[in-house]
Protein backbone atom coordinates (compact mmCIF):
# COMPACT_ATOMS: atom_id res chain seq x y z
CA UNK A 1 0.00 0.00 0.00
CA UNK A 2 0.86 3.56 -0.66
CA UNK A 3 -0.05 6.77 1.09
CA UNK A 4 0.80 9.55 -1.02
CA UNK A 5 1.37 13.05 1.65
CA UNK A 6 1.11 16.84 0.14
CA UNK A 7 4.76 18.03 1.68
CA UNK A 8 3.59 21.40 0.92
CA UNK A 9 0.03 21.89 2.16
CA UNK A 10 -0.96 23.41 5.32
CA UNK A 11 0.43 26.58 7.88
CA UNK A 12 3.48 24.78 8.81
CA UNK A 13 4.34 23.31 5.05
CA UNK A 14 6.63 21.25 4.50
CA UNK A 15 7.93 20.19 8.30
CA UNK A 16 4.44 19.56 9.70
CA UNK A 17 3.43 17.05 6.89
CA UNK A 18 7.11 15.74 6.88
CA UNK A 19 7.25 15.15 10.60
CA UNK A 20 3.79 13.46 10.28
CA UNK A 21 4.69 10.89 7.52
CA UNK A 22 7.93 9.97 9.38
CA UNK A 23 5.81 9.40 12.47
CA UNK A 24 3.44 7.53 10.60
CA UNK A 25 6.21 5.03 8.96
CA UNK A 26 7.60 4.52 12.52
CA UNK A 27 4.76 4.10 14.85
CA UNK A 28 2.04 2.87 12.85
CA UNK A 29 1.62 -0.82 11.87
CA UNK A 30 1.01 -2.41 8.48
CA UNK A 31 2.63 -2.60 5.03
CA UNK A 32 2.98 0.48 3.45
CA UNK A 33 4.95 3.37 2.25
CA UNK A 34 4.54 6.66 2.00
CA UNK A 35 5.09 9.82 -1.43
CA UNK A 36 5.93 12.54 -0.23
CA UNK A 37 4.86 14.98 -3.03
CA UNK A 38 6.67 18.34 -3.38
CA UNK A 39 9.61 20.23 -3.68
CA UNK A 40 12.51 17.63 -3.51
CA UNK A 41 15.31 19.83 -1.94
CA UNK A 42 12.84 21.40 0.50
CA UNK A 43 11.62 17.82 1.56
CA UNK A 44 15.03 16.21 1.61
CA UNK A 45 16.12 19.24 4.30
CA UNK A 46 13.52 18.39 6.36
CA UNK A 47 13.66 15.07 6.17
CA UNK A 48 17.77 15.61 7.41
CA UNK A 49 16.17 17.62 10.67
CA UNK A 50 14.62 14.18 11.55
CA UNK A 51 18.21 12.64 10.25
CA UNK A 52 15.23 9.79 8.45
CA UNK A 53 16.29 7.48 5.53
CA UNK A 54 14.01 4.57 5.19
CA UNK A 55 13.12 2.77 2.17
CA UNK A 56 9.49 2.97 2.90
CA UNK A 57 9.67 6.82 1.83
CA UNK A 58 9.84 8.03 -1.48
CA UNK A 59 9.78 11.65 -2.61
CA UNK A 60 7.61 12.66 -5.65
CA UNK A 61 8.45 16.36 -7.68
CA UNK A 62 5.95 18.68 -7.58
CA UNK A 63 7.33 22.09 -8.50
CA UNK A 64 4.36 24.34 -7.79
CA UNK A 65 2.05 25.08 -4.85
CA UNK A 66 -1.20 25.91 -4.54
CA UNK A 67 -1.82 28.52 -2.03
CA UNK A 68 -4.77 28.55 0.43
CA UNK A 69 -5.85 31.77 -0.94
CA UNK A 70 -5.51 30.76 -4.71
CA UNK A 71 -9.52 30.37 -6.48
CA UNK A 72 -9.31 26.46 -5.78
CA UNK A 73 -10.61 25.26 -9.23
CA UNK A 74 -8.75 28.19 -11.63
CA UNK A 75 -5.43 26.77 -9.86
CA UNK A 76 -5.97 23.28 -10.30
CA UNK A 77 -6.39 24.07 -13.99
CA UNK A 78 -3.46 26.81 -13.98
CA UNK A 79 -0.81 24.84 -11.65
CA UNK A 80 -0.91 20.86 -12.75
CA UNK A 81 2.61 20.49 -11.31
CA UNK A 82 1.40 21.62 -7.74
CA UNK A 83 1.40 19.04 -4.84
CA UNK A 84 -2.59 18.71 -4.34
CA UNK A 85 -2.41 18.21 -8.26
CA UNK A 86 -0.07 15.52 -8.85
CA UNK A 87 -0.62 13.57 -5.75
CA UNK A 88 -4.05 12.77 -6.51
CA UNK A 89 -2.93 11.96 -9.79
CA UNK A 90 -1.03 9.53 -8.03
CA UNK A 91 -4.35 7.91 -7.44
CA UNK A 92 -5.31 7.68 -11.47
CA UNK A 93 -1.92 6.13 -12.39
CA UNK A 94 -1.91 3.37 -9.95
CA UNK A 95 0.91 4.74 -8.01
CA UNK A 96 -0.47 5.64 -4.69
CA UNK A 97 -3.60 4.44 -2.98
CA UNK A 98 -4.82 7.51 -1.18
CA UNK A 99 -3.77 10.95 -0.81
CA UNK A 100 -3.38 13.17 2.24
CA UNK A 101 -3.43 17.26 2.70
CA UNK A 102 -3.52 20.35 4.87
CA UNK A 103 -3.82 22.21 1.80
CA UNK A 104 -6.69 24.74 0.45
CA UNK A 105 -9.73 22.48 1.08
CA UNK A 106 -11.38 23.83 -2.34
CA UNK A 107 -8.37 23.13 -4.64
CA UNK A 108 -8.69 19.23 -2.82
CA UNK A 109 -11.95 18.72 -3.24
CA UNK A 110 -11.44 21.02 -7.15
CA UNK A 111 -8.44 18.14 -8.09
CA UNK A 112 -10.22 15.16 -6.59
CA UNK A 113 -13.45 15.85 -8.39
CA UNK A 114 -11.38 16.44 -11.82
CA UNK A 115 -8.92 13.45 -11.86
CA UNK A 116 -10.79 10.80 -9.61
CA UNK A 117 -14.40 11.45 -10.79
CA UNK A 118 -17.24 10.85 -8.60
CA UNK A 119 -18.89 7.61 -7.46
CA UNK A 120 -22.19 6.65 -9.36
CA UNK A 121 -25.21 9.09 -8.63
CA UNK A 122 -23.01 11.55 -6.27
CA UNK A 123 -22.53 14.45 -8.46
CA UNK A 124 -20.18 16.15 -5.63
CA UNK A 125 -18.26 14.95 -3.03
CA UNK A 126 -19.02 16.13 0.83
CA UNK A 127 -16.88 16.64 3.43
CA UNK A 128 -16.88 14.28 6.42
CA UNK A 129 -15.73 15.92 9.76
CA UNK A 130 -15.33 13.50 12.45
CA UNK A 131 -16.28 15.34 15.99
CA UNK A 132 -15.52 14.16 19.34
CA UNK A 133 -18.04 13.16 21.17
CA UNK A 134 -19.07 12.63 24.96
CA UNK A 135 -19.63 9.08 23.74
CA UNK A 136 -17.14 6.14 23.24
CA UNK A 137 -16.98 6.84 19.24
CA UNK A 138 -17.01 10.19 17.07
CA UNK A 139 -20.03 11.47 14.85
CA UNK A 140 -19.82 11.76 11.36
CA UNK A 141 -20.97 15.05 10.29
CA UNK A 142 -21.23 16.04 6.61
CA UNK A 143 -21.18 17.76 4.59
CA UNK A 144 -18.80 20.00 6.54
CA UNK A 145 -18.39 22.82 4.00
CA UNK A 146 -18.29 21.05 0.12
CA UNK A 147 -21.88 21.67 -0.86
CA UNK A 148 -23.31 25.51 0.64
CA UNK A 149 -26.21 25.14 -1.08
CA UNK A 150 -28.18 21.85 -0.88
CA UNK A 151 -31.31 20.43 -2.28
CA UNK A 152 -32.80 18.19 -0.13
CA UNK A 153 -32.12 15.08 -2.04
CA UNK A 154 -28.47 15.69 -1.25
CA UNK A 155 -28.81 15.15 2.47
CA UNK A 156 -29.90 11.88 1.90
CA UNK A 157 -26.71 11.09 -0.52
CA UNK A 158 -24.81 12.30 2.81
CA UNK A 159 -26.98 9.92 4.57
CA UNK A 160 -25.81 6.62 2.36
CA UNK A 161 -22.36 8.16 2.16
CA UNK A 162 -22.36 8.61 6.12
CA UNK A 163 -23.60 4.99 6.34
CA UNK A 164 -21.77 3.07 4.11
CA UNK A 165 -18.43 4.78 5.55
CA UNK A 166 -19.16 4.28 8.98
CA UNK A 167 -20.39 1.15 8.59
CA UNK A 168 -17.38 -0.21 6.55
CA UNK A 169 -14.34 1.99 8.51
CA UNK A 170 -15.89 1.48 12.10
CA UNK A 171 -17.52 -2.01 11.74
CA UNK A 172 -20.97 -0.61 13.65
CA UNK A 173 -23.59 -2.63 11.75
CA UNK A 174 -26.28 -0.28 11.39
CA UNK A 175 -25.66 3.43 12.03
CA UNK A 176 -27.60 5.57 13.31
CA UNK A 177 -28.52 8.91 10.95
CA UNK A 178 -29.87 11.97 12.54
CA UNK A 179 -30.69 15.11 10.18
CA UNK A 180 -29.16 18.33 12.26
CA UNK A 181 -32.19 20.35 12.77
CA UNK A 182 -33.73 23.65 14.71
CA UNK A 183 -36.42 20.77 16.80
CA UNK A 184 -36.31 17.15 17.40
CA UNK A 185 -40.35 17.20 15.72
CA UNK A 186 -40.90 15.84 12.39
CA UNK A 187 -42.75 19.30 11.61
CA UNK A 188 -39.84 21.45 12.66
CA UNK A 189 -37.10 22.57 10.28
CA UNK A 190 -36.75 24.83 7.08
CA UNK A 191 -37.60 23.95 3.56
CA UNK A 192 -34.34 21.90 3.04
CA UNK A 193 -34.89 19.70 6.69
CA UNK A 194 -38.75 19.90 6.38
CA UNK A 195 -38.46 17.29 2.98
CA UNK A 196 -35.05 15.82 3.71
CA UNK A 197 -36.74 14.59 6.61
CA UNK A 198 -39.76 12.82 4.68
CA UNK A 199 -36.67 11.89 1.85
CA UNK A 200 -34.73 9.64 4.62
CA UNK A 201 -37.94 8.15 6.09
CA UNK A 202 -38.79 6.47 2.49
CA UNK A 203 -34.76 4.93 3.01
CA UNK A 204 -34.16 1.64 4.88
CA UNK A 205 -31.35 3.48 6.65
CA UNK A 206 -31.71 3.51 10.61
CA UNK A 207 -32.96 7.09 10.66
CA UNK A 208 -33.22 8.22 13.81
CA UNK A 209 -34.63 11.52 12.76
CA UNK A 210 -34.48 15.04 13.96
CA UNK A 211 -31.41 15.75 16.14
CA UNK A 212 -30.56 19.18 17.19
CA UNK A 213 -27.46 21.38 17.83
CA UNK A 214 -27.66 19.92 21.69
CA UNK A 215 -27.26 16.09 20.48
CA UNK A 216 -24.02 16.72 18.45
CA UNK A 217 -21.91 16.38 21.81
CA UNK A 218 -23.31 13.66 23.22
CA UNK A 219 -22.44 11.31 20.33
CA UNK A 220 -26.29 10.27 19.76
CA UNK A 221 -25.68 9.69 16.33
CA UNK A 222 -23.34 7.83 14.43
CA UNK A 223 -23.88 9.89 11.35
CA UNK A 224 -25.21 13.74 11.27
CA UNK A 225 -26.54 14.99 7.94
CA UNK A 226 -26.61 18.69 6.83
CA UNK A 227 -26.11 21.14 4.23
CA UNK A 228 -22.57 21.84 3.93
CA UNK A 229 -23.26 25.75 5.14
CA UNK A 230 -24.45 24.87 8.27
CA UNK A 231 -22.25 21.89 9.17
CA UNK A 232 -19.00 24.39 8.33
CA UNK A 233 -20.07 26.80 10.96
CA UNK A 234 -20.69 23.85 13.55
CA UNK A 235 -17.18 22.75 12.66
CA UNK A 236 -15.34 26.13 12.98
CA UNK A 237 -17.23 26.73 16.13
CA UNK A 238 -16.68 23.51 18.07
CA UNK A 239 -12.57 23.76 17.03
CA UNK A 240 -12.54 26.86 18.43
CA UNK A 241 -14.68 26.51 21.83
CA UNK A 242 -12.54 23.32 22.87
CA UNK A 243 -8.95 25.08 21.83
CA UNK A 244 -10.34 28.52 23.87
CA UNK A 245 -11.69 25.77 26.64
CA UNK A 246 -8.40 23.83 27.05
CA UNK A 247 -6.92 27.36 27.72
CA UNK A 248 -8.88 28.77 29.80
CA UNK A 249 -8.41 25.51 32.26
CA UNK A 250 -5.05 25.28 31.73
CA UNK A 251 -4.63 29.46 32.28
CA UNK A 252 -6.96 28.17 35.46
CA UNK A 253 -4.82 25.73 36.61
CA UNK A 254 -1.68 27.62 36.36
CA UNK A 255 -3.33 29.84 38.33
CA UNK A 256 -4.52 27.95 41.05
CA UNK A 257 -1.43 25.62 40.93
CA UNK A 258 -4.22 22.78 40.61
CA UNK A 259 -3.18 19.57 39.48
CA UNK A 260 -5.67 19.21 36.69
CA UNK A 261 -5.31 16.45 33.97
CA UNK A 262 -5.95 18.85 30.97
CA UNK A 263 -4.42 15.78 28.74
CA UNK A 264 -7.44 13.74 29.19
CA UNK A 265 -9.92 16.50 29.18
CA UNK A 266 -8.52 18.11 25.62
CA UNK A 267 -8.19 14.42 24.00
CA UNK A 268 -11.65 14.63 24.43
CA UNK A 269 -12.51 18.04 22.12
CA UNK A 270 -9.03 17.27 20.09
CA UNK A 271 -10.09 16.66 16.56
CA UNK A 272 -6.36 15.82 15.73
CA UNK A 273 -7.16 12.08 17.05
CA UNK A 274 -9.40 11.61 13.96
CA UNK A 275 -6.69 12.81 11.49
CA UNK A 276 -8.26 14.81 9.33
CA UNK A 277 -12.01 14.90 7.05
CA UNK A 278 -12.81 12.06 4.38
CA UNK A 279 -13.59 13.28 0.88
CA UNK A 280 -16.85 11.12 0.72
CA UNK A 281 -18.30 10.27 -2.96
CA UNK A 282 -15.23 10.40 -4.83
CA UNK A 283 -13.71 7.15 -6.84
CA UNK A 284 -10.96 7.17 -4.60
CA UNK A 285 -9.52 8.20 -0.94
CA UNK A 286 -8.80 11.63 -0.08
CA UNK A 287 -8.56 13.16 3.52
CA UNK A 288 -8.11 16.56 4.09
CA UNK A 289 -6.64 18.38 7.17
CA UNK A 290 -6.77 21.74 8.73
CA UNK A 291 -4.21 24.40 7.33
CA UNK A 292 -2.75 24.39 11.23
CA UNK A 293 -2.61 21.01 12.14
CA UNK A 294 0.56 19.42 13.40
CA UNK A 295 2.29 16.00 12.87
CA UNK A 296 -0.10 13.82 15.04
CA UNK A 297 -2.91 14.41 13.00
CA UNK A 298 -1.27 13.88 9.60
CA UNK A 299 0.22 9.99 11.34
CA UNK A 300 -3.65 9.70 12.20
CA UNK A 301 -4.59 10.68 8.79
CA UNK A 302 -2.04 8.13 7.38
CA UNK A 303 -3.98 5.54 9.72
CA UNK A 304 -7.31 6.32 8.93
CA UNK A 305 -6.26 6.37 5.09
CA UNK A 306 -4.52 2.74 5.68
CA UNK A 307 -8.22 1.98 7.24
CA UNK A 308 -10.01 3.24 4.43
CA UNK A 309 -7.52 1.46 1.33
CA UNK A 310 -7.42 -2.08 3.34
CA UNK A 311 -10.87 -2.14 3.77
CA UNK A 312 -11.89 -1.18 0.17
CA UNK A 313 -14.34 1.66 0.96
CA UNK A 314 -14.09 3.08 -2.49
CA UNK A 315 -15.62 -0.39 -3.42
CA UNK A 316 -18.28 -0.73 -1.00
CA UNK A 317 -19.34 2.77 -1.74
CA UNK A 318 -19.41 2.19 -5.63
CA UNK A 319 -21.18 -1.03 -5.09
CA UNK A 320 -23.70 0.28 -2.81
CA UNK A 321 -24.26 3.43 -4.33
CA UNK A 322 -24.67 1.65 -7.99
CA UNK A 323 -27.54 -0.33 -6.21
CA UNK A 324 -29.31 2.79 -4.93
CA UNK A 325 -28.71 4.52 -8.41
CA UNK A 326 -30.37 1.91 -10.02
CA UNK A 327 -33.33 1.52 -7.72
CA UNK A 328 -33.55 5.15 -7.80
CA UNK A 329 -33.08 5.64 -3.80
CA UNK B 1 -41.73 50.34 35.91
CA UNK B 2 -43.81 46.89 36.25
CA UNK B 3 -42.27 43.50 34.89
CA UNK B 4 -44.45 40.02 33.85
CA UNK B 5 -43.03 36.79 34.52
CA UNK B 6 -44.95 34.24 33.21
CA UNK B 7 -44.97 32.17 36.49
CA UNK B 8 -45.92 28.84 34.36
CA UNK B 9 -43.44 28.65 31.57
CA UNK B 10 -40.32 26.54 31.67
CA UNK B 11 -39.43 23.02 32.86
CA UNK B 12 -39.72 23.67 36.64
CA UNK B 13 -42.39 26.14 36.85
CA UNK B 14 -44.00 27.78 38.93
CA UNK B 15 -41.30 27.23 41.16
CA UNK B 16 -38.38 28.52 39.39
CA UNK B 17 -40.02 31.46 37.65
CA UNK B 18 -41.12 32.77 41.01
CA UNK B 19 -37.67 32.14 42.37
CA UNK B 20 -36.57 34.11 40.02
CA UNK B 21 -38.76 37.42 40.69
CA UNK B 22 -38.17 36.85 44.67
CA UNK B 23 -34.43 36.79 43.55
CA UNK B 24 -35.00 39.83 41.00
CA UNK B 25 -36.89 41.98 43.85
CA UNK B 26 -34.21 41.22 46.63
CA UNK B 27 -31.34 41.73 44.53
CA UNK B 28 -31.87 44.22 41.89
CA UNK B 29 -31.40 47.75 42.19
CA UNK B 30 -34.22 50.10 41.04
CA UNK B 31 -37.88 51.58 41.10
CA UNK B 32 -39.38 48.54 39.82
CA UNK B 33 -42.47 46.18 40.44
CA UNK B 34 -43.18 42.25 39.06
CA UNK B 35 -46.51 40.71 38.14
CA UNK B 36 -46.61 36.80 37.95
CA UNK B 37 -48.75 35.93 35.51
CA UNK B 38 -49.94 32.22 36.37
CA UNK B 39 -52.61 30.07 38.22
CA UNK B 40 -52.93 31.96 41.70
CA UNK B 41 -52.80 29.11 43.95
CA UNK B 42 -49.98 27.44 42.48
CA UNK B 43 -48.00 30.42 42.84
CA UNK B 44 -48.92 31.70 46.38
CA UNK B 45 -47.75 28.18 47.38
CA UNK B 46 -44.68 28.85 45.74
CA UNK B 47 -44.31 32.10 47.41
CA UNK B 48 -44.96 30.85 50.78
CA UNK B 49 -41.78 28.65 50.43
CA UNK B 50 -40.03 32.10 49.83
CA UNK B 51 -41.68 33.35 53.04
CA UNK B 52 -42.26 36.54 50.57
CA UNK B 53 -44.41 39.36 51.31
CA UNK B 54 -43.75 42.40 49.05
CA UNK B 55 -46.11 45.23 47.91
CA UNK B 56 -43.93 45.20 44.67
CA UNK B 57 -45.19 41.61 43.80
CA UNK B 58 -48.42 40.91 42.34
CA UNK B 59 -50.43 38.03 41.22
CA UNK B 60 -52.07 38.55 37.76
CA UNK B 61 -54.24 35.35 36.77
CA UNK B 62 -53.96 33.52 34.16
CA UNK B 63 -55.62 29.78 34.54
CA UNK B 64 -54.71 28.03 30.88
CA UNK B 65 -50.77 27.01 30.41
CA UNK B 66 -49.43 26.44 26.98
CA UNK B 67 -47.79 23.15 27.21
CA UNK B 68 -44.19 23.20 25.25
CA UNK B 69 -45.38 20.73 23.28
CA UNK B 70 -48.52 22.32 21.73
CA UNK B 71 -48.65 24.17 18.56
CA UNK B 72 -47.41 27.47 19.05
CA UNK B 73 -49.86 30.02 16.77
CA UNK B 74 -52.95 28.04 17.13
CA UNK B 75 -52.57 27.48 21.05
CA UNK B 76 -52.29 30.90 21.52
CA UNK B 77 -55.31 31.43 19.55
CA UNK B 78 -57.24 28.39 21.53
CA UNK B 79 -55.82 29.32 25.16
CA UNK B 80 -56.46 33.55 25.51
CA UNK B 81 -56.44 33.05 29.22
CA UNK B 82 -52.63 31.53 29.23
CA UNK B 83 -50.01 33.00 31.12
CA UNK B 84 -48.03 33.89 27.49
CA UNK B 85 -50.95 35.68 26.48
CA UNK B 86 -51.78 37.30 29.13
CA UNK B 87 -48.53 38.42 30.24
CA UNK B 88 -48.06 39.53 26.68
CA UNK B 89 -51.29 41.59 26.66
CA UNK B 90 -50.14 43.17 30.12
CA UNK B 91 -47.91 45.45 27.81
CA UNK B 92 -50.67 46.12 25.25
CA UNK B 93 -53.08 47.38 28.05
CA UNK B 94 -50.44 49.15 29.73
CA UNK B 95 -50.21 47.35 32.72
CA UNK B 96 -46.94 46.32 32.58
CA UNK B 97 -43.38 47.27 30.38
CA UNK B 98 -42.09 44.23 29.68
CA UNK B 99 -42.10 40.23 29.77
CA UNK B 100 -40.38 37.31 30.68
CA UNK B 101 -41.38 33.64 29.71
CA UNK B 102 -39.20 30.42 30.02
CA UNK B 103 -42.25 29.09 28.05
CA UNK B 104 -42.59 27.65 24.73
CA UNK B 105 -41.04 29.65 22.08
CA UNK B 106 -42.78 29.93 19.59
CA UNK B 107 -45.75 30.57 21.51
CA UNK B 108 -44.02 33.57 23.02
CA UNK B 109 -43.00 34.83 19.33
CA UNK B 110 -46.89 34.26 18.23
CA UNK B 111 -48.14 35.79 21.17
CA UNK B 112 -45.92 38.95 20.71
CA UNK B 113 -46.12 39.23 17.26
CA UNK B 114 -50.03 38.85 17.18
CA UNK B 115 -50.39 41.12 20.61
CA UNK B 116 -48.05 43.61 20.04
CA UNK B 117 -47.06 43.51 16.54
CA UNK B 118 -44.00 44.21 14.81
CA UNK B 119 -42.36 47.45 14.25
CA UNK B 120 -42.12 49.85 10.90
CA UNK B 121 -40.43 46.91 7.69
CA UNK B 122 -40.46 44.25 10.29
CA UNK B 123 -42.76 41.35 8.91
CA UNK B 124 -41.17 38.60 11.39
CA UNK B 125 -39.22 39.31 14.74
CA UNK B 126 -35.41 38.15 15.49
CA UNK B 127 -34.69 36.10 18.41
CA UNK B 128 -31.21 37.54 19.68
CA UNK B 129 -28.91 34.99 21.43
CA UNK B 130 -26.26 36.94 23.61
CA UNK B 131 -23.14 34.68 23.91
CA UNK B 132 -20.27 34.18 26.10
CA UNK B 133 -17.12 34.85 24.54
CA UNK B 134 -13.19 34.83 25.13
CA UNK B 135 -13.90 38.87 25.01
CA UNK B 136 -14.98 41.07 28.01
CA UNK B 137 -18.66 41.70 26.25
CA UNK B 138 -20.92 38.95 24.90
CA UNK B 139 -21.36 38.72 20.98
CA UNK B 140 -25.49 38.79 20.14
CA UNK B 141 -26.63 36.64 18.13
CA UNK B 142 -29.23 36.73 15.53
CA UNK B 143 -31.61 35.49 14.45
CA UNK B 144 -31.14 32.23 17.06
CA UNK B 145 -34.40 30.60 15.64
CA UNK B 146 -37.85 32.74 14.63
CA UNK B 147 -36.70 32.28 11.05
CA UNK B 148 -35.36 29.44 9.64
CA UNK B 149 -35.61 30.29 5.71
CA UNK B 150 -34.41 33.60 5.11
CA UNK B 151 -33.47 35.90 2.34
CA UNK B 152 -30.65 38.41 1.97
CA UNK B 153 -32.56 41.17 3.10
CA UNK B 154 -33.90 39.86 6.02
CA UNK B 155 -30.26 39.29 7.42
CA UNK B 156 -29.71 43.09 6.58
CA UNK B 157 -32.49 43.76 8.97
CA UNK B 158 -31.07 41.73 11.53
CA UNK B 159 -27.80 44.09 11.45
CA UNK B 160 -30.47 46.89 12.01
CA UNK B 161 -31.82 45.58 14.89
CA UNK B 162 -28.71 44.16 16.34
CA UNK B 163 -26.67 47.63 16.07
CA UNK B 164 -29.68 49.52 17.61
CA UNK B 165 -30.18 46.94 20.15
CA UNK B 166 -26.13 46.51 21.13
CA UNK B 167 -25.30 50.43 20.85
CA UNK B 168 -28.64 51.33 23.49
CA UNK B 169 -27.89 48.71 26.23
CA UNK B 170 -24.75 48.42 25.65
CA UNK B 171 -23.64 51.53 24.99
CA UNK B 172 -21.27 50.56 22.47
CA UNK B 173 -21.22 53.65 19.77
CA UNK B 174 -20.58 51.63 16.80
CA UNK B 175 -21.24 48.26 17.05
CA UNK B 176 -19.13 46.07 14.58
CA UNK B 177 -21.46 43.60 12.76
CA UNK B 178 -20.16 40.25 11.23
CA UNK B 179 -21.97 38.52 8.72
CA UNK B 180 -21.69 34.18 9.35
CA UNK B 181 -20.13 32.36 6.65
CA UNK B 182 -18.10 29.81 5.80
CA UNK B 183 -15.00 32.00 5.11
CA UNK B 184 -13.70 35.25 6.03
CA UNK B 185 -13.27 36.06 1.95
CA UNK B 186 -16.20 37.90 -0.15
CA UNK B 187 -16.51 35.44 -2.33
CA UNK B 188 -17.17 32.48 -0.12
CA UNK B 189 -20.44 31.67 0.72
CA UNK B 190 -24.04 29.82 -0.04
CA UNK B 191 -26.46 32.54 -2.45
CA UNK B 192 -27.49 34.25 0.98
CA UNK B 193 -24.77 35.00 2.56
CA UNK B 194 -23.53 36.36 -1.08
CA UNK B 195 -26.52 38.79 -1.58
CA UNK B 196 -26.20 39.32 2.37
CA UNK B 197 -22.58 40.62 1.58
CA UNK B 198 -23.28 42.67 -0.86
CA UNK B 199 -26.80 44.54 1.06
CA UNK B 200 -24.87 44.72 4.06
CA UNK B 201 -21.84 46.82 2.03
CA UNK B 202 -24.25 49.42 1.13
CA UNK B 203 -25.27 50.03 4.58
CA UNK B 204 -23.60 52.28 6.49
CA UNK B 205 -23.25 50.21 9.53
CA UNK B 206 -20.12 49.00 10.88
CA UNK B 207 -19.82 45.87 8.86
CA UNK B 208 -17.21 44.01 9.33
CA UNK B 209 -17.33 41.68 6.39
CA UNK B 210 -17.58 37.75 6.72
CA UNK B 211 -16.91 35.87 10.23
CA UNK B 212 -16.50 32.10 10.39
CA UNK B 213 -17.83 29.73 12.97
CA UNK B 214 -14.27 30.23 14.64
CA UNK B 215 -14.71 34.04 15.14
CA UNK B 216 -17.92 33.71 17.20
CA UNK B 217 -15.76 32.23 20.38
CA UNK B 218 -13.80 35.32 20.38
CA UNK B 219 -15.91 37.92 20.36
CA UNK B 220 -14.46 39.96 17.73
CA UNK B 221 -17.97 41.18 16.56
CA UNK B 222 -20.78 42.76 18.87
CA UNK B 223 -23.33 41.44 16.56
CA UNK B 224 -23.32 38.51 13.79
CA UNK B 225 -25.82 38.01 11.53
CA UNK B 226 -27.17 34.49 10.36
CA UNK B 227 -30.41 32.94 9.24
CA UNK B 228 -32.34 31.74 12.44
CA UNK B 229 -32.17 27.86 11.13
CA UNK B 230 -27.77 28.13 11.63
CA UNK B 231 -28.24 30.88 14.69
CA UNK B 232 -30.08 27.48 15.98
CA UNK B 233 -28.27 25.03 15.28
CA UNK B 234 -24.88 27.09 16.90
CA UNK B 235 -26.88 28.04 19.73
CA UNK B 236 -27.57 24.87 21.54
CA UNK B 237 -24.37 23.72 20.12
CA UNK B 238 -23.05 26.33 22.37
CA UNK B 239 -24.68 25.51 25.39
CA UNK B 240 -24.31 21.72 25.22
CA UNK B 241 -20.62 21.85 24.90
CA UNK B 242 -20.92 24.58 27.64
CA UNK B 243 -22.51 22.16 29.93
CA UNK B 244 -20.49 18.67 28.85
CA UNK B 245 -17.49 20.60 29.28
CA UNK B 246 -18.29 21.82 32.49
CA UNK B 247 -18.84 18.17 33.03
CA UNK B 248 -15.80 17.01 31.95
CA UNK B 249 -13.79 19.04 34.27
CA UNK B 250 -15.64 18.97 37.44
CA UNK B 251 -15.94 14.96 37.07
CA UNK B 252 -11.83 15.19 36.49
CA UNK B 253 -10.91 17.82 39.48
CA UNK B 254 -13.15 15.71 41.72
CA UNK B 255 -10.98 12.13 40.43
CA UNK B 256 -7.55 13.84 40.55
CA UNK B 257 -8.40 15.95 43.79
CA UNK B 258 -7.62 19.37 41.81
CA UNK B 259 -8.41 22.69 43.12
CA UNK B 260 -9.53 23.87 39.78
CA UNK B 261 -11.70 26.79 39.94
CA UNK B 262 -14.55 25.89 38.39
CA UNK B 263 -17.00 28.48 38.20
CA UNK B 264 -14.43 31.16 37.09
CA UNK B 265 -14.38 28.79 34.21
CA UNK B 266 -18.15 28.05 33.84
CA UNK B 267 -19.13 31.88 34.35
CA UNK B 268 -17.46 32.46 30.95
CA UNK B 269 -19.33 29.65 29.15
CA UNK B 270 -22.21 30.38 31.57
CA UNK B 271 -25.43 31.61 29.18
CA UNK B 272 -27.36 32.56 31.98
CA UNK B 273 -25.21 35.26 32.92
CA UNK B 274 -26.87 36.97 30.17
CA UNK B 275 -30.28 36.22 31.83
CA UNK B 276 -31.97 35.36 28.53
CA UNK B 277 -32.83 35.97 24.30
CA UNK B 278 -34.64 39.38 23.51
CA UNK B 279 -37.34 39.16 20.52
CA UNK B 280 -36.30 42.23 18.58
CA UNK B 281 -38.63 43.68 16.00
CA UNK B 282 -41.92 43.13 18.24
CA UNK B 283 -43.46 46.71 19.74
CA UNK B 284 -42.61 45.73 23.22
CA UNK B 285 -40.40 43.87 25.02
CA UNK B 286 -40.21 39.73 25.33
CA UNK B 287 -37.64 38.07 26.78
CA UNK B 288 -37.24 34.38 26.06
CA UNK B 289 -35.51 32.15 28.83
CA UNK B 290 -34.40 28.45 28.25
CA UNK B 291 -37.05 26.12 29.45
CA UNK B 292 -34.69 24.53 31.90
CA UNK B 293 -33.47 27.71 32.88
CA UNK B 294 -32.28 28.52 36.49
CA UNK B 295 -33.62 31.51 38.66
CA UNK B 296 -31.04 33.29 38.46
CA UNK B 297 -31.04 33.22 35.02
CA UNK B 298 -35.03 34.71 35.54
CA UNK B 299 -33.25 37.40 37.68
CA UNK B 300 -31.50 38.62 35.17
CA UNK B 301 -33.46 38.23 32.52
CA UNK B 302 -35.63 40.91 34.77
CA UNK B 303 -32.08 43.15 35.04
CA UNK B 304 -32.03 43.27 31.18
CA UNK B 305 -35.73 43.96 30.84
CA UNK B 306 -35.52 46.54 33.29
CA UNK B 307 -32.32 47.79 30.79
CA UNK B 308 -34.38 48.01 27.95
CA UNK B 309 -37.63 49.68 29.19
CA UNK B 310 -35.18 52.46 30.88
CA UNK B 311 -33.43 53.25 28.15
CA UNK B 312 -36.63 53.28 26.03
CA UNK B 313 -34.97 50.28 23.31
CA UNK B 314 -38.48 50.38 21.95
CA UNK B 315 -38.65 53.98 21.12
CA UNK B 316 -35.10 53.68 19.31
CA UNK B 317 -36.21 51.03 17.34
CA UNK B 318 -39.32 52.52 16.01
CA UNK B 319 -37.70 55.59 15.38
CA UNK B 320 -34.63 54.74 13.24
CA UNK B 321 -36.20 51.79 11.84
CA UNK B 322 -39.40 54.23 10.38
CA UNK B 323 -36.34 56.27 9.17
CA UNK B 324 -34.58 53.28 7.26
CA UNK B 325 -38.40 52.42 5.88
CA UNK B 326 -38.46 55.61 4.61
CA UNK B 327 -35.12 55.75 3.06
CA UNK B 328 -35.54 52.46 1.51
CA UNK B 329 -32.74 50.84 3.29
Redesign the interface.
Known sequence: MRIAVDAMGGDHAPAVPVQGAVEALDQLEGDFEIALVGDPDAIRRELHVHRYGSDRLEIVPAREVIAM?DPPAASVRRKPDSSIVRGVQLQESGEADAFISAGSTGAILAASIFVLGTLPGVSRPAIGALLPT?ADHPTLMLDA?AN??CKPHRLVQFAHLGHIYVRVLEARESPCIGL???GS?REK???L?LEAFRLLEETDLNFLGNV???????GKCDVIV?????G???????????G??AQ??SR??A???????LQ??CR??DYTEFGGAPLLGINGVTIICHGDTPPRAIRNAVRVALKSVESGMVNHLTRELSGLAQTGA
Open positions: DAGVDLNIEGNETEGRDIITCDGFTNVVLKFYESVAYMLINAETGANIDSIVL
